[in-house]
């Protein structure tokens, strides 16, 4: 019997046993903005076997020139139900494939780009894996820090319960949906707190990165407060990073393993190096907003920008230390992501960024350099004399992108605020 006959009947059976009323196709716009759109569950099977039509002028990155219809494709292995939606008329979700009405795929979407990429390096026997570590604030409903909550790293004070009780639900609905969840603890600041994601293969931590946002976001909401991935939304408190645990494997077997040493293999070293050479072009990705940058200073735990002798390479990329010789815990740590970036694009520029280092046998020097912008602007200077981004994501959505992030800048830039008034009006 056909396979995706069986997961269509599977998802049938599952949605009429369930009581499942409305299924939400969920896609991603060229930012990282979590969209979508419900469907009745009469349509459950059409949209399985054909897709669903929609106006694709509401994807960011697409020309509303026309009004551009779109098709969404479920892809069946992300049927899930929604567990903080009621039991009865219960919701369902699929991730979608964006594709035009000819069936062509649509190259600015970025769950599209990261498989391209993820195709291009199966061709050459790699698969990639992350683990990630979720930085986020916890808030009140007012989006401030609750005043009980003076907790710190690791604290597991009574006054943190809040935030406890946010993380302990969000951890169980995750757990539900099939996404593995290893830790989560309080973060360094009051309100801040963080969840790590076991390690699984690229495009399904994509998908649970996603996901995982979402369920803190209406988890908080369900409880009264507010959650926020904002890379530093506090200018006295450290900023939400996602610190990323990569691995590359070849015939099954971890490539970064080195058999009785304690440090990663060759191959694993000219990955680290490829993703610190192209780190001053991938930041447009990973740090992807203006305020991304202001995660990027001194004393804040998170590599620094712009400040080329102040920087310790091991705040971008690390390699974490292995126990035991365990061949499929040998990694990079690489830090400079923050939260609120694009994972779908991120994985796609970082996994170009290591195997360009494989290929060209890169190597860590002695006296290598920082080399990641400190603003928005210079990120976008960066990639005008530089084709990687291009090569890593795309011609389309590299366009669409970089304009997106152009209009951001010169909106911000424009930006006037109460501080800085209040700054220049004392002489000015």
Not at 88 to 115: H, T, Y
Not at 205 to 231: C, H, N, Q, W, Y
Not at 415 to 423: A, G
Request: proline content about 4%; aromatic content about 10%.
């Amino acid at each position: 019997m056909n396979r995706n006959i069986e997961t269509q009947d599977y998802i049938l059976k599952q949605a009429s046993e369930s009581n499942v009323k409305f299924i939400r196709l969920w896609f991603t716009d060229i930012t990282g903005g979590l969209k979508g759109f419900a469907i009745n569950v009469e349509d459950l099977k059409d949209c399985m076997t054909n897709g669903v039509i929609f106006d694709g002028g509401a994807i960011e990155g697409l020309s509303r020139e026309g009004e551009n219809d779109t098709l969404a494709i479920p892809d069946l292995n992300t049927w899930q139900i929604l567990p903080w939606r009621p039991n009865e008329n219960a919701v369902a979700r699929f991730i979608c494939d964006l594709k035009s009405i000819d069936g062509s795929n649509l190259m600015v979407d970025s769950r599209q780009v990261l498989k391209n990429k993820l195709i291009e390096a199966n061709k050459l026997g790699y698969k990639f894996y992350i683990g990630p570590e979720i930085e986020y604030y916890y808030l009140n409903s007012e989006k401030n820090i609750s005043s009980g909550d003076d907790a710190g790293y690791f604290d597991q004070t009574s006054a943190d319960s809040d935030g406890a009780n946010l993380r302990r639900e969000s951890v169980l609905i995750l757990e539900q949906m099939g996404i593995p969840v290893r830790s989560s603890h309080h973060e360094v600041s009051p309100g801040q707190h963080e969840i790590d994601l076991r390690h699984t293969d690229a495009l399904t931590m994509a998908d649970s990165i996603m996901t995982t946002r979402l369920v803190v976001k209406e988890t908080a909401r369900r409880l009264g407060g507010f959650a926020t991935f904002m890379p530093r939304p506090f200018d006295k408190l450290n900023g939400s990073g996602l610190h990323l645990h990569l691995s590359l494997y070849k015939n099954e077997k971890n490539i970064f393993s080195e058999k009785n040493k304690k440090t990663i293999s060759k191959i694993g070293e000219s990955f680290m190096a490829g993703l610190i050479e192209n780190a001053k072009e991938m930041t447009l990705i990973t740090n992807q907003w203006a305020n991304s940058y202001k995660r990027l200073l001194p004393n804040l735990e998170a590599p620094v920008a712009g400040y080329i002798d102040y920087q310790n390479i091991e705040d971008i990329v690390r390699v974490p230390p292995v126990f035991n010789n365990d061949d499929d815990k040998y990694r990079v740590e690489f830090r400079l992501p923050d939260a609120a970036c694009n994972p779908y694009l991120a994985f796609a520029t970082i996994l170009n960024a290591g195997i360009l280092g494989i290929k060209n046998k890169n190597k860590i020097t002695k006296n290598i350099k920082s080399n990641i912008p400190n603003s928005l602007n210079e990120a976008i200077k960066a990639n005008e004399s530089s084709n990687f981004l291009q090569e890593s994501i795309g011609a389309e959505a590299y366009n669409s992108y970089i304009d997106n992030k152009k209009k951001e800048w010169m909106g911000y830039n424009s930006l006037i605020s109460e501080d800085e008034r209040n700054f220049y009006m004392k002489f000015l």
